[in-house]
């Protein structure tokens, strides 16, 4: 059954030779009782650990059921330690951190026993052995002999064709000696068992057969026995333990030292414990800073006008720095006008506009000159009004002033999202009285933070009103006016010139007149920003559409684009004029300005690149600029809490790196506590992956134990924070962290602790496993 021909092992140390094993050859029955006697050194031990697959032989060969083993690997010795072989030990062996059931399981765990299988096996052992009333305990609960039964049990609950036994009875009193020899000896009559005694009474009373060793051979045999040849017979197994299996034997470890293992967390976790809380009040800090740069671009909208400033062009009107030597003056532009751009705001480039991603922009507003002809009915009388806030009392009105009074031009325009929403408005003002405007004609009365609004607005609505007179919301909201469309508003007289309507209650009723409705009065949300919106009206840049759309083909605009002169005064005009009275009455579809509202400074930075992109490659003239108000700020506080950031995480990441070399450290003298340990998982088959992944499991156990336990002290910590933050700065909720920034650390952590364990966990798996069971 096992056969070893010429053995050879011979250890050098310095110029000194020692052969543990000189040419042995001899075979062994499958069913017998062989004890090894011989003094100390005489090699007796070595010859057990090769048979058991412990050491490897020099030369020579060692055959199990007629299988060589010259070719084995150590995956092939593994395997056969486990399926084939049982070994006892003097010392037991037995891992303290498992209980007596687990170290039982251990060898058909790794073997892959079913658990219900392992479990009955195991129980079954004990039971053999005499332990069934303490198959539940630990082995610190156990006498001596109690736990070398165990390490019976162990060594057989797997079914080996081999049971090897070093000293077995070497740590026990006589009488247990004679009890543990006695069920060896009942184990014998089931599979070969080889003992290494230096008890020859115990050898001669309960073993068939007794090989006197020494000086690495042997020197006699009571029962010799010659091994016939025999085809290969042997089938190996391989072992292979489960992450599980690795999780659970280091949880029990580090469950037997909580001190060591809190200390050793909370070292670990410092460091996730200071990037936590940097990124808590980074984020924190930055959604202040995002909510303020979102209140400051409510005023600052990247606008495109009709004409634009080209900066470029005015830096580099002023690039000179000699002085001239000639005695004439030069008439010239100066730099601000040379700087000025016509905008080209064709249909094609208000396309463009459009196909803007509404991730980077919600509102877009795009605002014409058409003005609007407006009435109200005012202590029943019909009376023409605006949304202007210039004094209605000034006696020094031009003609062009005029006009812009007749066609009711003024308010301010704010924007409707994409959408059809007024995320707008419902994001940086709050209705004080009323309801946010829900369609087209709905408009709303700005007031300031005061509560105060433009007198002159009030009086151009037809309001009588003097400084200081205090209004009730009641008396404002609700308020209609008769928008009323340029057919009906302007009648043509016998010259050929037009002139407003004297019949306003006619006009105000006609089928084209839409009512406008002061829905709401509405006040900026934050204490930190002005707002966009003037004091005074403000109407959608939807209405603005339609009112172009409804004038565009009317009478009088038909008249003043084949007029040379103005129809309604009669007076010429130059080409300039012409196009701003056209304009004013609906006849011109060109945008006044396009007021593009990013929600955050990066957003602007992405709607600038889009802009840029519609530049590139055209001529100068073709070109269409915009002024960006909110830029400076941009570049200042773009990177800034990033960068920042970084910094201060870099300096926390400092830390993680201390503990990545610690819980190195902590490995490797996990190693060395449990140096036993791993040669009884080795002797039990377990590979060096499995011993591999035993030290891994351990520090990812601590690894994602320390990076929870940083997230919880960091979170804990927000809230101490958050209160000085909050009497020092006034700001609330600073320290806020983030659940991904969460998940990553606890990643992070885990991964950092397995790579700084990893190493120590290697060398663990590279220990030689004779040499390891002798560690003390």
Do not use: C
């Amino acid at each position: 059954m096992l056969e070893l021909k010429h053995i050879k092992k011979y250890y050098h140390v310095g110029d000194t030779l020692t052969k543990a094993q000189d040419d042995v050859s001899v075979a062994f029955r499958q069913q017998e009782f062989v004890a090894i006697l011989g003094p100390s050194g005489s090699g007796k031990t070595t010859m057990l650990n090769i048979i058991g697959g412990l050491d490897r032989y020099d030369s020579g060969d060692l055959l199990i059921n007629g299988k060589s083993t010259k070719d084995f690997k150590d995956a092939d010795w593994d395997a056969y330690r486990n399926n084939s072989v049982g070994f006892i030990f003097q010392s037991y062996n037995l891992i303290s951190h498992l209980s007596i059931m687990e170290n039982v399981e251990m060898g058909m765990t790794l073997s892959g026993v079913p658990a219900a299988e392992k479990k009955r096996r195991a129980e079954d052992a004990l039971i053999r052995i005499g332990l069934k009333d303490h198959m539940h305990k630990n082995p610190s609960q156990l006498s001596g002999g109690q736990m070398q039964r165990v390490a019976i049990a162990r060594a057989i609950a797997n079914d080996p064709e081999i049971l090897l036994a070093d000293e077995p009875t070497g740590a026990l009193d006589s009488e247990t000696s004679e009890e543990i020899m006695k069920l060896i000896k009942d184990l014998s009559r089931e599979r070969l068992v080889i003992m290494v005694t230096h008890n020859p009474a115990l050898a001669h009373k309960y073993a068939d057969r007794v090989i006197e060793f020494a000086d690495g051979k042997i020197e006699h045999d009571s029962n010799p026995h010659v091994e016939h040849e025999k085809t290969d017979q042997f089938k190996l197994n391989h072992t292979k333990m489960s992450y599980f299996t690795a999780l659970r034997l280091s949880f029990n470890n580090i469950r037997t030292k909580k001190g060591r293992t809190f200390l050793t967390v909370f070292a670990s976790s410092i460091g996730i414990i200071g990037i936590a809380v940097v990124l808590a009040l980074s984020n924190g800090f930055q959604k202040q800073i995002n909510k303020t740069q979102s209140e400051a671009m409510a005023s600052m909208p990247v606008t495109i006008s009709q004409t634009g400033t080209d900066t470029s062009a005015m830096m580099t009107g002023t690039s000179t720095k000699t002085f001239a030597k000639t005695k004439q003056v030069t008439a010239a532009k100066s730099d601000a006008e040379k700087a000025q751009h016509v905008n080209k705001l064709t249909a094609s480039y208000l396309s463009y506009i459009n196909k803007l991603p509404k991730a980077d922009a919600k509102n877009i507003a795009v605002t014409y000159g058409t003005g609007m002809n407006l009435v109200r009915k005012v202590d029943g009388t019909y009376k023409s009004v605006s949304f202007s806030t210039t004094n209605p009392d000034s006696k020094t009105i031009n003609a062009q002033a005029m006009m812009a009074a007749s066609t009711g031009i003024g308010g301010t325009v704010y924007p409707i999202d994409r959408d059809g929403g007024q995320s707008f408005l419902k994001t940086y003002y709050k209705v004080i009285a009323g309801k946010y405007p829900t369609q087209a004609t709905d408009i709303v009365l700005v007031i300031n933070k005061d509560n105060t609004v433009d007198i002159n607005a009030l009086k151009n609505l037809g309001f009588d009103v003097s400084e200081n007179q205090k209004l009730d919301f009641s008396d404002l909201v609700g308020t209609k006016i008769q928008l009323v469309a340029n057919d009906d508003y302007y009648q043509k007289l016998p010259t050929g010139t037009y002139m407003p309507s004297q019949d306003l209650a006619k006009v105000a009723t006609a089928s084209g007149t839409k009512t406008l409705t002061i829905s709401g009065i509405i006040r900026v949300r934050s204490k930190n920003s002005d707002g966009l919106l003037a004091s005074g009206i403000a109407y959608s840049a939807a209405l603005t559409k339609q009112v172009l759309n409804a004038n565009a083909d009317s009478a009088i605009v038909t008249a003043q684009k084949a007029a040379a002169t103005n129809v309604i005064t009669g007076q010429s005009m130059d080409a300039a004029t012409k196009t701003a009275i056209l304009t004013s009455l609906g006849g011109n579809d060109t945008p006044t300005s396009i007021q593009i509202y990013p929600t955050s400074f990066k957003l602007k930075d992405k709607v600038l690149d889009y802009l840029d992109k519609y530049n590139k490659g055209k001529a100068k003239a073709d070109r269409v600029i915009y002024t960006d108000l909110a830029g400076t700020v941009s570049d200042m506080t773009g990177g800034l809490m990033d960068a920042i950031t970084y910094v201060l995480v870099a300096f926390a990441g400092i830390s993680l790196v201390t503990s990545m070399i610690m819980i190195a450290i902590i490995t490797y003298t996990s190693v060395l506590e449990r140096t036993k340990e791993i040669g009884v998982l080795k002797a039990l088959g377990a590979r060096k992956k499995d011993i591999t992944r035993v030290f891994d499991a351990e520090t990812l156990i601590l690894g994602f134990g320390a990076g929870v336990f940083g997230i919880v002290v960091a979170w804990a910590l927000t809230f101490p924070i958050n209160a000085v933050l909050l009497s020092v700065t006034g700001l609330s909720g600073v320290a806020v962290l983030n659940p991904v920034h969460a998940i990553v650390l606890v990643l992070i952590s885990t991964v950092l602790t397995i790579l700084g364990g990893h190493v120590p966990a290697r060398m663990a798996a590279k220990k030689d496993a004779a040499i390891a069971l002798r560690a003390e």
